[in-house]
Structure formats: C-alpha cells, structure tokens
C-alpha cells in the first residue's frame, strides 16, 4: 500500500511519515508519543545539580572567562599572557595550551608566585588542569632589584607617613608628661592614702594609666589598634609566664603594702618575729630590718613577718618574770611562799600592782618545787636583770629563815666490795662541825637589791643611730601618726 504522509502541528515543526496499516489509532498515538518527546522540559526541573552547587560554594573565586565564548586553547594561552603581562613578578611566565591543559614553564622571584601562578592559571574557564613547571630564580641579580624596590617602596611610605608619626609621639609624650605632673601631686596622694608608701603607689599608678591612654590614643591615630591589641595580648601571656616565675617577689611586695596598712609596731619596739628577735630598725618595702640583742642587723623579708607570730615586748610596759625554787620535803611550803613573797614585794623594782605570786609547782621526791612570779615596769627596769636579782634575794630569804634548798641524793650501794677502814689515831669529824666550818669558809651572799637592775638603753641608742643615718638612703613606711593595728 502506499505510504501517506502525516504531518505534526505547526508548533513542532517536524514532519513525520506513518503507515495507514496500523490504522488511525495507532498514528496518533505515534504523534502523541513524539510531540510528548520534543515538548520542552518543566521550569521545576531546570535544578542544578547539588554536587555542583557546592563546589561553587566551596570555591568563591569566580571563574576567568577565556576571550572567545567558546575558549580554545589559544584563547586560553592569549588570556593567561594578558594577565600575567600585567603582574610584574610573573611577566617571563611561558603559558602552553593543549586540550586545555595548562604548562607553565619559566623562574619567578619567590615560592610564593609560583602557587600565585598556578592559582590564576586553573581559574580561566576551559582549563582542564595546569602543569606547574616554574622554578624558583635563585639568582643573585634577581634578588636585589625586588629587595631594592620592595626597601624603596618602604622607605618612600615611612616618609610620607613621618607627619603622623610626629604627632603620635607627641600625643604619648604628653600624656607622659601630664601623668609625670600628676604623680608630682605628692599632698594629695597621701591625703587620700594611709601612708607615704601607698601615696607613692598609687602616683606611680596614674603615671602608668596616662601613658598607657596616650598609647592607645596615638595607635587609634595611625590606624593601629589591632597592633595594640596583640601588643597586650602577647603582655598578657607574658605577664603570666613572669607572674609565676616572681611570685615570690610578688608576695613580698603584697605583704609590704599590708604591713604598711596594718602597722604591727613602731620604731625601737623589742619584738619577736617568729624565732627572730631584735629591736625594729626600720620597715622598707622589702623587708624589716631588727637589731638583735647582741647588735647586729637582720632583714627579715616582708613575706615572712606578715605570715608569722609577732610578740611585741613595747607595747605594755608592764612585763612579768618568773623562777623556780626548791625547798625540802620536810618544810611548809606555804610558809616558805610567804617568805619568798615577802622578800619580792620588799624588792624596788617590783611592782605592787600587780603584785607578785607564787604557787606549787611540783612535788618531788625530795623537794617542793615552788614558782613565783613578779612583775617590772621595762621602761626602768631590764628584764634579765630583774630576774638575776629577784633570785638571789628570794634564795637569800629562804636559806635564811631555815628552809632547805636540797640538791639531788644519790644512794650508792657496793655489791662485794671490801669494807673502807679507817687508820688508828684518825677521827672523822663531826658533821655537825664540819657544816659549820664550810660555812665559816663560804663567802657571804650578796643581796639582791645590790645588783643594778636599770633599764638597758644601749640598744635603743643604736636603733635611734641607725635610723638617723640611714633616713635618706632607704624609705621607712613606718608611720608614727597611724595607730596599732
């Protein structure tokens, strides 16, 4: 049968032959298959596909376009030695195209634009991939034009930028000078200081805080803050890594400002800082300075006296002694602390209020042990003296009245021994004598009130010399208007 043509709508523009052997039904649902085939693709599903989009997003430098809109490799090659004719350190780059694929041969100055290269090379569109065959110019000739254009360049910005640079300085100086004038203001500091250390402090504070603002001021002036803040960053760790490695220092200059604060003692007491013992000389801001009771000087670090015991003998004149005696079992302890009393309160030097005391102490084997105990006023009378002289007096007393002062007792027994005999015509004395004639032989006991029992001012003379001579060379935050703590 013959062939008759069928014809598509208008729209297509296509043309189509049909067989009438498979009847009308079957031609057109052939055209309705092919319309269906050549019919345009939905907006919905024109999507770019989600690998691509995120190599976009993932790359943000966008693509160089090639000269043709359908880049050939000549066009490529043109493209590259446009661009690189244009950057002065990859002006000798030799470009080669082939199928897209970038060599770049030839030397450049540094490593740096040799990857710089390679980067604009793979951006051009149509590059397949790039072959970087550039090499580093290690040339001595080829270093000194760039190092002598890069220091001229340098040189040329530092000397246009010298006027701001002026005035920078001369912001921080005079802030530097205002804080200097400042801290000059030593009446007003220590008004509102408790003492001259502190006042010194806080000057040195304000000193610091203005040129630290003037800092800041002429950073922000030449557009450097973000050099300050690596500036106090970088001091921060710093300040940390020293801060561990002076804390010691540390320590003791805290412990000197709370010293001067608490003022534990004067100039001249007699104190006992720990096992240290001495007069107080002077407290500097390190350490104080005793001098001990044989007269030479000790520093003891500022740390140390805020952390010990301090035992200050100055501060209440009234200071008590006390000592220990022994009587024989067989006398009346109470009768022998009446007459030890009697004897005390007879002394000068002891006071009368509080009055002196006495008590058992111990009961031995063949003694009572008696304590008694008095008080002096450290102003008139030296302690140790005192003391020597009170014992005496009260031993005087107490041999005196018939009591017994008894010494250790020693039983020997001798196991097998020959018995001691003794020769014809000798005859031991009587014991009774014999006391007698060791007494007569003592020398006679000196009374108490006869030794000197006066306060000892050597040592407070020393202390008021050394503090003379030394008041210029070294501060002393001692301040005498300030109460005790």
Do not use: C
């Not at 309705?32 to 995120?54: F, G, V």
């Not at 090659?77 to 030839?106: D, K, M, Q, W």
């Not at 254009?149 to 205002?178: E, H, K, N, Y």
Request: glycine share 8%.
């Amino acid at each position: 049968m013959p062939m008759l043509p069928f014809r598509l709508p208008a729209r297509h523009g296509r043309r189509i032959a049909a067989s009438h052997t498979g009847g009308l039904h079957a031609l057109a649902a052939l055209a309705l298959l092919i319309a269906a085939s050549l019919a345009p693709a939905p907006a919905t599903a024109q999507l770019i596909p989600e690998s691509t989009s995120e190599e976009a997003a993932a790359d943000p430098e966008p693509v160089i376009d090639a000269a043709d809109p359908a880049p050939t490799d000549s066009a490529i090659a043109e493209r590259l030695n446009g661009i690189f004719a244009e950057i002065e350190p990859l002006a000798g780059i030799v470009v080669e195209v082939r199928s897209g694929v970038v060599t770049l041969s030839g030397t450049v100055a540094t490593n740096a634009d040799i990857d710089r290269a390679e980067r604009i090379a793979a951006r051009v569109a149509g590059v397949v991939t790039v072959q970087n065959g550039l090499e580093r110019d290690l040339a001595v000739a080829g270093k000194i034009d760039p190092l002598t254009t890069q220091l001229s360049d340098r040189f040329d910005t530092i000397s246009a930028s010298l006027p701001l640079l002026g005035l920078a300085f001369a912001l921080v100086a005079g802030f530097w000078i205002l804080g200097g004038l400042l801290a000059r203001f030593t009446g007003l500091w220590r008004a509102i200081t408790p003492n001259a250390f502190l006042a010194e402090l806080v000057a040195t504070g304000v000193r610091v805080v203005f040129v630290i603002i003037g800092l800041i001021l002429a950073l922000d002036l030449l557009e450097a803050t973000a050099l300050l803040g690596a500036f106090l960053g970088s001091a921060g760790v710093i300040g940390l890594a020293v801060g561990f490695a002076i804390r010691d220092t540390v320590d003791n200059y805290v412990s000197s400002i709370m010293l001067s604060i608490r003022q534990p003692f004067r100039a001249n007491d007699h104190v006992v800082i720990g096992e240290f013992e001495g007069h107080v000389i002077r407290l500097t801001s390190r350490a104080t300075i005793l001098m001990t009771l044989d007269g030479n000087h000790l520093r003891v670090p500022n740390a140390t006296v805020f952390k010990s015991e301090i035992l200050n003998y100055t501060t209440n004149p009234q200071r008590r002694f006390s000592f220990v005696l022994g009587v024989d079992a067989e006398d009346d302890p109470a009768a022998a602390i009446a007459t030890g009393l009697a004897r005390l309160n007879e002394l000068p030097f002891v006071l009368e209020d509080p009055a002196a005391t006495a008590f058992i102490e111990e009961v031995g084997d063949s003694n009572i042990v008696i304590r008694f105990l008095a008080w002096i006023d450290q102003t008139q009378t030296a302690f140790q003296k005192a003391r020597t002289s009170a014992i005496a007096a009260t031993m005087q007393v107490l041999e005196a009245e018939g009591f017994g002062l008894p010494e250790p007792i020693y039983r020997l027994r001798f196991d097998g021994a020959t018995p001691l005999t003794i020769a014809p015509g000798s005859q031991e004395p009587d014991s009774g004598e014999a006391t007698a004639s060791l007494k007569a032989k003592a020398k006679p006991r000196t009374s108490g009130e006869h030794i000197d029992t006066s306060a000892d001012s050597h040592i407070a003379r020393k202390v008021a010399e050394e503090r003379a001579q030394a008041s210029g060379s070294e501060a002393d935050i001692l301040d005498a208007g300030r109460p005790l703590e």
